[in-house]
């Protein structure tokens, strides 16, 4: 395991972006270019998974194992990130069948991975300390990360995406600035809530987990406005207005987002900024937390009937 691929400076500019609406409105963005960190480990699974490779090394673990759908992108971030630093990578799949024609499946074979098919009752047992204990006997030199990516390895990541963050707004001529991101397994917002206190947040909800949702609101509700209208339907689903959104975004900032995580952020931006609580003029720093990997399994399901993704994705989409 050779970890010095996690030893590169990571601090990622902050651009400001203006976005006009079907109604002409001016919105002004700072976006946090986090998806720049790395072509293939990039945004919060750079963050995530940086300590958890270095903690492996120290504690001398063999491998490291976690866990994931189909289409995953901490999937396909720790397969990258294995190859980069010559350490073996398990994935604990949810499918009753490894399709490798998947993009994101095939590209963790062919980096090495080792693909591991559960079903879904299998899977729903994936946080049961029982059932580690029993894949661990199959792999007893790995270290098990949970699925996303989120545990206590995680955090000193996230405290230096915080510290660039508050870096910059303790120079910038409005300190009171919000910082937003989308919100998934709640790892990457919870990291930044704890090393940031005093901080203003927006969470853009991307799942549906009630159970979730109510604990953020419970322990950081002087921190954080959550905001769940930006759904289309729940995870992993969007609908032709979102897509059109998304092109049309990249087409004014030359930021490409995808409808699953980024695009639902800053559609409720742009949006939705009165349910927000903000002006049309308040600028917000948002987290473009990569993820781009994720339009090629969109792809190869016919989920993007629009043409125009289609040279977007060779030219900015690793392969």
């Known amino acids: 395991m050779n970890i010095a691929f996690f030893d590169k400076t ?12 079907e109604t002409n409105q001016q919105i002004p ?14 945004g919060n699974k750079w963050r995530k998974l940086k300590y958890n490779f270095v903690e492996a090394h120290r504690l001398g673990y063999k491998g490291i194992a976690s866990f994931g759908g189909s ?14 630093t010559n350490t073996p990578t398990v994935g604990f799949i949810r499918t009753h069948k490894l399709d490798l024609a998947n993009p994101t499946l095939k590209a963790a074979k062919q980096l090495g991975m080792t693909l591991v098919p559960l079903t879904r009752a299998e899977y729903k047992l994936r946080h049961d300390p029982q059932f580690i204990s029993k894949l661990k006997e199959d792999y007893p030199d790995y270290f098990f990360v949970p699925e996303g990516g989120s545990n206590i390895q995680s955090e000193p990541g996230l405290k230096e995406l915080a ?6 707004l303790d120079t910038s001529q409005n300190p009171n600035i919000k910082i937003a991101t989308a919100v998934g397994s709640g790892g990457t917002i919870e990291g930044l809530l704890k090393a940031l206190p005093s901080q203003s947040f927006i969470g853009v909800n991307v799942v549906n987990d009630t159970d979730l949702l109510n604990r953020l609101h419970d322990q950081y509700n002087s921190q954080l406005r959550l905001h769940s209208d930006a759904l289309f339907g729940g995870y992993g689903k969007f609908d032709k207005t979102l897509e059109a959104f998304c092109l049309e975004f990249y087409q004014q900032t030359g930021v490409l987002i995808e409808p699953v995580y980024t695009g639902k952020l800053f559609y409720a931006l742009c949006y939705q900024r009165e349910r927000l609580g903000l002006n049309q003029e308040e600028p917000v720093v ?7 990997q994720g339009l090629r399994g969109m792809q190869y399901m016919n989920r993007l009937t629009d043409t125009r993704w289609l040279p977007l994705i060779n030219s900015h989409v690793p392969g």
Do not use: M, W
């Open 29 to 42: 963005l700072l976006i946090k270019r986090d998806d720049l960190i790395d072509p293939f480990v990039s």
């Open 71 to 84: 289409f995953s992108n901490h999937i396909y971030a720790l397969a990258c990130a294995g190859a980069k």
């Open 163 to 168: 510290d660039e963050l508050h870096q910059y």
């Open 286 to 292: 948002a987290i473009h937390t990569g993820g781009l």
């Open 10 to 21: 990571t601090t990622t500019q902050i651009i400001a972006v203006q976005y006009k609406t």
